[in-house]
């Protein structure tokens, strides 16, 4: 059984959000969604994550899960204000953990902020499987850009998030701490296994040079054959070469200080002060 897709593009953080359903029944999950947040007042807003709560109750579904492909750096999430709404529960790669670590000292966190992946409701190996009603979903352990990245497949759909973009745009990068061309190298050959029709669902799209539209559907096939960084069989060592060297030239994401502190704690803002007042860190020279 395949599911019927839905997209949600977010332009300012050129973010996809997915809606994922049964072909004949209510059962959907969300898959990477968005809190609007606005860096120079520090000011929230769930403009996005209102339209994709919706389209679910026009449609009449029940949501069942809420998958985040990994921790991001260039928005945050709406996972708990669509839980709250929506229901359904939270899901993330296991390796959260090492994610929680390295920026929990990052940002000085402290021993309150817990580095265990409890504040998800289900953390994911290498080859678990999960039910959306009827739907079976698998789950691949896809990292690189992250430690945590997973690539979810659904039927015919794998949703990849970071780890690969549309064929004229590339792959991830991979300076984050924890990151690592090779590893990534070796995650895009898992994806590129799957059978040539899969229908490849990207985490962003930020329009290659000469293409108009924003895009973020294609196919393995495509991938295997026409990705500028990763197509015909290009080689480990000339990819990791390339995405090294591109890396260094990359600026550090917009969002990337609020993201962090917000999604390595499933989306939910650092505990308030006894005012009730909510503060995020900047460390300095850390990042």
Not at 60 to 86: K, M, T
Not at 166 to 188: H, K
Request: negative net charge; proline residues 5%; hydrophobic residues 40%.
């Amino acid at each position: 059984m395949n599911p019927t897709v839905k997209a949600f593009f977010d332009e300012a953080t050129n973010t996809v959000s997915y809606v994922l359903r049964e072909p004949d029944g209510s059962a959907c999950a969300v898959v990477d969604s968005v809190l609007d947040f606005d860096h120079a007042s520090g000011r929230t807003d769930t403009a996005s994550a209102d339209e994709i709560i919706a389209w679910i109750k026009a449609e009449g579904l029940s949501c069942e899960w809420i998958l985040e492909s990994h921790v991001h750096a260039d928005h945050l999430s709406a996972a708990p204000y669509l839980q709250e709404r929506l229901g359904g529960k939270i899901g993330i790669g296991a390796n959260i953990t090492l994610v929680q670590d390295t920026f929990g000292k990052i940002f000085n966190e402290g021993t309150e902020f817990q580095r265990d992946g409890s504040q998800f409701d289900a953390l994911f190996q290498e080859g678990d499987s999960f039910a959306i009603g009827q739907l079976q979903g698998k789950v691949m352990h896809t990292p690189g850009h992250t430690p945590a990245c997973l690539t979810y497949v659904i039927g015919d759909a794998a949703f990849v998030g970071d780890t690969l973009f549309m064929p004229d745009f590339g792959t991830a990068r991979c300076d984050f701490p924890g990151g690592s061309s090779e590893v990534l190298y070796q995650s895009i050959q898992k994806i590129l296994a799957l059978p040539d029709e899969t229908r490849i669902f990207v985490g962003h799209d930020y329009k290659a040079p000469g293409r108009d539209d924003y895009a973020w559907e294609t196919t393995v096939g495509e991938q295997r054959a026409l990705n500028v960084h990763i197509g015909e069989g290009r080689p480990m060592e000339e990819f990791t070469t390339m995405r090294d060297a591109r890396d260094a030239t990359l600026a550090v994401p917009r969002l990337i200080l609020p993201s962090l502190q917000v999604n390595m704690r499933a989306g939910q803002m650092p505990e308030p002060d006894a005012q009730g007042d909510v503060f995020l860190k900047l460390p300095v020279n850390k990042i």
